[in-house]
């Protein structure tokens, strides 16, 4: 059995002896489960039966008081054997506030994100909250694409964070990834968010990475809402693709990536909001891309909802992008949800690179039609149902299929 499976039923076991002798731990149980039936019936004509069982748990007081678990992962299996329907633990871990003054700690699968980088881990992770500053430290197994590790996959880094003058956060990580006891990363990172009379929003993250000198990723922006009916927001991005130093993808070249948006959003009514966006795709080996998307909306404030979305992306190098998504549903009564929704885009190439005269273009259309309904049982029980039928140019139409039952408790 996996670390991951004994971590997950050493969880439930624990949860269900806090049920069953709760008045004397003083425990409190809550989670929420999902059971997931699904059918593929993809272009190849194969079908597929994935089952998957979702569980959520929370435990407080679990023996003690102030010591808590929270985990979340699920059981898979396909009915059919056609794909992989994979168990996995998301996380799972033990957590105790105030172990020592102002001192937290976290241990068990969990995932860590700091400004250095972020990743899931299996280990110990230590916050404390002091003054001036606030410090983070972790280290543990490095879990990648929750595949198996050895004790020489490790992770660790720290954080100091602090706020200034009550409107400005800033905060400096590290990171060191280790593969096979050899060292794979080290990354330095920077945030920082400053807000203005609590009207504008200044922020940026920076991530340096050390191995190679340079900088791998940066992201800066400015969001103004300082009006109930609108709201702005402007942002730099700036990506370079980092790779393990220990893997073979390391020696090749990679090409920097960088993009301009903007953003508004107005609010036309209670419940109903307007947004457009522009964004700059500026690439080293291809040329630039302009996006242009905007759309309606509506939240549920009585019985109906949905939304209304276009997008347009103009490409340098003739390959053009058109389409738009729509959903709409309806509460029909206050215990059956029903919706239906589709999804169009229409790809538009330039054949002159084929070998097609520069006037010569290629359309592919790809379309997704489905319909969803939920019924709410009771507070805690509710049951999904969703079919959906996709068509493509590049294939003959095929069906999905789910089937949901979410409890809380």
């Known amino acids: 059995m996996k670390l991951s499976q004994w971590i997950l039923c050493g969880a439930a ?27 593929l019936d993809d272009p190849a004509g194969d079908q597929a039966l994935p089952f998957y069982q979702y569980l959520q748990l929370n435990v407080q007081d679990l023996g003690t008081e102030g010591l808590d678990f929270r985990g979340y992962g699920r059981f898979g299996d396909d009915l059919e054997d056609e794909v992989d329907a994979e168990s996995r633990l998301y996380y799972g871990y033990l957590e105790k506030k105030d172990l020592l003054s102002d001192l937290d700690v976290r241990l068990g699968r969990q995932f860590i994100n700091v400004s250095a980088g972020a990743s899931v881990m ?3 992770y230590l916050d404390y909250r002091g003054f001036p500053v606030d410090l983070t430290l972790f280290g543990g197994g490095d879990v990648s694409y ?11 880094g720290l954080e100091i964070s602090g706020t200034l003058f009550q409107d400005l956060d800033l905060g400096l990580s590290y ?12 990354l330095i990172g920077f945030e920082g ?11 940026a993250d920076l991530q340096y990475d050390w191995l190679t000198d340079g900088v791998s990723y940066a992201l ?11 709201a702005l927001r402007a942002e730099y991005l700036y990506s370079l693709p980092v790779f393990d130093a220990t893997s073979i993808y390391s020696v090749f070249a990679v090409s920097e990536y960088e993009e301009l948006m903007l953003e508004g959003s107005y609010n036309l009514q209670p419940g109903l ?20 998307e905007a759309g309606l909306e509506k939240i549920r404030t009585e019985r109906f909802s949905g939304y209304l979305t276009g997008v347009l992306r103009e490409d ?19 215990n059956v949800q029903a919706g239906v929704g589709l999804e169009l885009d229409v790809l538009r190439r330039s054949l002159d690179a084929f070998g097609g005269g520069k006037d010569d273009f290629d359309d592919t259309t790809s379309k997704r039609l489905w319909a969803d309904a939920t019924i709410y049982v009771t507070d805690s029980l509710s049951v999904q149902v969703k079919t959906e039928k996709v068509q493509s140019a590049l294939y003959d139409s095929y069906y999905r299929g789910r089937l949901r039952v979410n409890l809380t408790f």
């Open 193 to 203: 968010q400053y807000n203005f009379q609590d009207q504008l929003s200044l922020y």
């Open 175 to 186: 990171l060191q990834k280790w593969d096979g006891g050899h060292v794979a990363r080290k």
């Open 122 to 124: 299996d280990g110990l």
């Open 316 to 334: 340098g190098d003739g390959q053009d992008l058109k389409g738009f998504k729509t959903r709409a549903a309806y509460l029909i009564t206050k």
């Open 220 to 230: 800066g922006g400015a969001r103004y809402y300082g009006d109930p009916d609108w």
């Open 146 to 156: 929750y595949e198996g590790y050895t004790a020489e996959d490790v992770i660790a």
């Open 13 to 39: 076991v624990a949860a269900m002896s806090c049920v069953a002798t709760g008045s004397a731990l003083a425990a409190t149980v809550s989670g929420r489960s999902s059971t997931v039936l699904e059918w």
């Open 273 to 292: 909001r307007a947004f457009g966006r522009y964004t700059r795709e500026i690439y080293d080996d291809f040329e630039d891309a302009d996006v242009y």
